[in-house]
């Protein structure tokens, strides 16, 4: 199995409980107290639903699927829209190890190298996109 592989049947065993993006969000606004500055006016039950689609993008990215949707996100949040330092994504994917590590029942290193290796393209082309 390819790490996209491993890492699209991780996500199908995290990604069905809430849980999972409140635990993310904690994760990821515990990292910084500028990340969680950037959550104080958003409605966090409809950005954690955001989130769960945007997650797959990346990993459908991974196994192959076109880059466009990954394009609107470096589009979102570069400097003229929402403004996300590129710095902050090396967070965004600790958080996401953090979180699957709790949820999914087969995580192990071998599996976040995977999630860290098929997320990686995608995340450097919205950084680059800034
Ligand atoms: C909004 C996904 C990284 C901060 C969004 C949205 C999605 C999303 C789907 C909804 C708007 C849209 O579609 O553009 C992602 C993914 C990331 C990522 C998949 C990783 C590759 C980050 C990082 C930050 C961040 C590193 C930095 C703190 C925000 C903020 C919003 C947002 C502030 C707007 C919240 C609001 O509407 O109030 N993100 N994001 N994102 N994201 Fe991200």
Sequence with gaps: MTDADKVFQSYGRSCNSPSFYEDFYSNFMGKSPEIRAMFTNTDMTSQRSLLRGGIMWLVMHARGMSDTK???????????KMNINPMFYGMWLDALVDTLEKH???????????????????????????
Excluded at 70 to 80: D, P
Excluded at 107 to 128: D, K, V
Aim: proline residues 5%; glycine residues 2%; hydrophobic residues 30%.
């Design 70 to 80: 990954i394009r609107a996100l470096g589009e979102s949040h570069s400097r003229s």
């Design 104 to 130: 999914d029942p087969d995580f192990s290193q071998e599996l976040e190298q995977s999630w860290r290796n098929a997320l990686r393209p995608s995340i450097e082309m919205i950084q680059s996109m800034y």
